[in-house]
């Protein structure tokens, strides 16, 4: 199983990106799988930002981001996205999408599955 995330790159504050992270894999049914996506800044530990269920209902955990990032899904092109609006310097990290049968295993920072990150930087 392969997750591949793009659309990082370097942005003002204020701006916007919205990354996105495509599953493929013989067998792997993208539809089944919980996904989310995390982030991991300088020397701090990585830490989960919004996880969907399969059927995509959407949980965001980390109380900055809210009203400021939106995670969706498209099953149909095995493709989970992070729009990130309104960003700050302190968004700045590498950010990696994963999936897990169960969303609990996200919650948990214990996915089975990662992507390999795609890196943000925000300048002031």
């Known amino acids: 199983v392969q997750l591949q995330a793009s659309g990082g790159g370097l942005v003002q504050a204020g701006g916007s990106l919205r990354l996105s992270c495509t599953a493929s894999g013989r067998g792997f049914s993208f539809s089944n799988h919980a996904v989310g996506w995390f982030r991991q800044a300088p020397g701090k530990e990585r830490e989960i930002l919004s996880a969907t269920s399969w059927f995509g209902g959407s949980t965001y955990y980390t109380d900055s981001e809210k009203g400021r990032f939106t995670i969706s899904r498209d099953n149909a092109k095995n493709t989970v996205y992070l729009q990130m609006n309104s960003l700050k310097p302190e968004d700045t990290a590498v950010y990696y999408c994963?999936?897990?049968?169960?969303?609990?295993?996200?919650?948990?920072?214990?996915?089975?599955?990662w992507g390999q990150g795609t890196l943000v930087t925000v300048s002031s």
């Open positions: 994963a999936a897990d049968p169960a969303v609990s295993a996200l919650r948990r920072g214990a996915p089975g599955y």
